[in-house]
T-cell receptor, first 117, second 115 residues
Framework: GAVVSQHPSRVICKSGTSVKIECRSL??????MFWYRQFPKQSLMLMAT?????????EQGVEKDKFLINHASLTLSTLTVTSAHPEDSSFYIC?????????????FGQGTRLTVV | AQSVTQPDIHITVSEGASLELRCNYS??????LFWYVQSPGQGLQLLLK??????LVQGIKGFEAEFKRSQSSFNLRKPSVHWSDAAEYFC?????????????FGKGTRLSVIA
């Protein structure tokens, strides 16, 4: 089956620094990728929809300037957490559905555990 | 708008016992339905999916789910639970007509398995 690779799986950074998370679709093209955030013992909350070649669409309440999304190619989307603070510590997961297809399932990356100290 | 309700936050079952996790959805037409499993600190693994055809869907690891349109439900079942099934289970709904829309997830059900 299709694979979505997310990197890094775990990162610890100092408060005030920026962290970039990559999400790659390995064997299919994804015009659209999705970024979710998951707090401990909670469900996945959609943060933004990443669109190849255009601006991302952010969900209400998600700061665009803090969570920068770039979708430069059909197989790569990046999420950069800028000026990270401890409250940004969370589990971030990306997802992609194959472009142009109907009834396509969503494939998920392995997730990135971000800890801001 | 799409929504998913998983009424049970936490379920504990004995190893070898049967399991049913409930999922109700809200969607204007026939949705695309999924069950995912997540182990601690891991991403999501697809257990099974439904978009048309036979309403009883077989998945991996011995799981199955039944789509009941009249009840807007898509409950997950397993006849005999193994200790390795302990995890978080998420039901999700998607719009089948568009591959560019995200899935909407329920809040999840945590499954504990006791000896």
């Amino acid at each position: 089956g299709a694979v979505v690779s997310q990197h890094p799986s775990r990162v610890i950074c100092k408060s005030g620094t920026s962290v970039k998370i990559e999400c790659r679709s390995l064997d299919f093209q994804a015009t659209t990728m999705f970024w979710y955030r998951q707090f401990p013992k909670q469900s996945l909350m959609l943060m933004a929809t990443s669109n190849e070649g255009s601006k991302a669409t952010y969900e209400q309440g998600v700061e665009k300037d803090k969570f920068l999304i770039n979708h430069a190619s059909l197989t790569l989307s990046t999420l950069t957490v800028t000026s990270a603070h401890p409250e940004d510590s969370s589990f971030y997961i990306c997802s992609a559905r194959e472009s142009g297809g109907l009834y396509t399932e969503a494939f998920f990356g392995q997730g990135t555990r971000l800890t801001v100290v | 708008a799409q929504s998913v309700t998983q009424p049970d936050i936490h379920i504990t079952v004995s190893e070898g016992a049967s399991l049913e996790l409930r999922c109700n959805y809200s969607y204007g037409a026939t949705p695309y339905l999924f069950w995912y499993v997540q182990s601690p600190g891991q991403g999501l693994q697809l257990l099974l999916k439904y978009f048309s055809g036979d309403t009883l869907v077989q998945g991996i690891k011995g799981f199955e789910a039944e789509f009941k349109r009249s009840q807007s439900s898509f409950n997950l079942r397993k006849p005999s639970v193994h200790w390795s099934d302990a995890a978080e289970y998420f039901c999700a709904v998607g719009a089948p007509e568009s591959g560019n829309t995200p899935l909407v997830f329920g809040k999840g059900t945590r499954l504990s398995v006791i000896a």
